[in-house]
């Protein structure tokens, strides 16, 4: 089902950044997290929402700050740069996209993200983890979300996961 709404350049840009992390480049100046929304038939980045690394510098928990992002009343797309650890010990940096569309939302807006989601998607290729949240108990808190990082993982952006898997 399409609805007619167009991916900006400026999003496409954006993701392919996020999805092409150049060694040589400035750590602090790299983007861990980005909200985009439909505005006008496309969907765009949403004014100030872009966080860069050293604008989390002083955020205790990324996860937490990521979390408290989602608005109960807005649906959202979201871009985020989550990095965890396994039980392997490695250390992983891989992007999350999640479709927020929450329960309390008008219905016409979670039926046009819906919809436009696979516009989106196409952009995206290669990105290994989606979510559709539509309640903060899905995975709002670090546990679920880890068991959707894989299997082993044992923190979430440097905090433990309680109960290990």
Not at 84 to 109: G, H, N, Q, Y
Not at 158 to 163: F, L
């Amino acid at each position: 089902m399409a609805s007619g709404v167009v991916v900006s350049d400026e999003v496409k840009e954006l993701i392919n950044n996020m999805k092409v992390v150049k060694a040589d480049s400035d750590q602090m100046e790299r983007i861990r997290l980005v909200l985009f929304e439909i505005k006008e038939g496309s969907i765009v980045v949403e004014e100030g929402k872009i966080f860069r690394e050293k604008d989390l510098a002083d955020k205790e928990d990324i996860f937490k700050f990521f979390v408290s992002l989602l608005d109960p009343e807005t649906c959202r797309y979201m871009l985020y740069d989550c990095h965890f650890e396994t039980k392997e010990s490695s250390r992983k940096e891989e992007l999350v996209f999640v479709m927020w569309a929450p329960d309390s939302s008008p219905i016409k807006a979670k039926m046009q993200y819906a919809s436009s989601k696979d516009s989106l998607k196409k952009v995206l290729s290669g990105i290994k983890h989606e979510l559709q949240m539509n309640d903060l108990s899905d995975y709002g808190n670090r546990d679920n979300f880890a068991e959707r990082m894989g299997k082993g993982v044992i923190k979430v952006e440097g905090h433990p996961v309680s109960s290990h898997r």
